[in-house]
């Protein structure tokens, strides 16, 4: 790889993960939660009541760091963990009627700025964009990574 392209790609992630960290910053500072919790509920959501497992897969992060995580919602009163009745070593996560409340009010993850230049484009340009983010990851070796509790490159206040 030439010099010149090597420092142009780093300049570009390092930018990406600029605004991924301000932008994380406004989500908490507007939610009070951190973007991997929002995911979280956003996974409880979604699934409906849902194990361990299949928020970890859902959300790309660890199982411990989805118990840690879980813990921190249901301390702030918005998730309910219960065991299965069939099977007492599976436990399956669910919304409080606040989850419910704060998960249908949550900000977009991404910059509006963003979700509207990206929804301008056309149905192939999306997918190719993607694609090749997706192929950074992989070229990183991203792939092979927890999405990292905390996706914040500075302190957490608070």
Known sequence: ????????????????????????????????LTIPQIVVLQGIRDLGEVTTKALSDNADLSSATVVTILD??????????????????????????????????LPGLLHEEFVRK?????????????????????????HKLDAAPILMTGKLSG
């Open 1 to 32: 790889m030439q010099a010149m392209q090597a420092s142009q790609v780093v300049k570009a992630i390092r930018k990406i993960v600029r605004a991924i960290d301000l932008r994380s910053r406004e989500v908490s500072r507007l939610t009070g």
């Open 72 to 105: 921190k919602l249901e301390e702030k009163g918005l998730v309910e963990r219960y065991r299965s009745v069939s099977d007492r070593r599976i436990v399956h996560a669910k919304l409080t009627k606040s989850g419910k409340e704060v998960a249908s009010n």
């Open 118 to 142: 990206f929804d301008d484009l056309n149905a192939e340009d999306r997918t190719h964009l993607v694609s090749s983010i997706e192929q950074i990851a992989e070229m990183m070796n991203a």
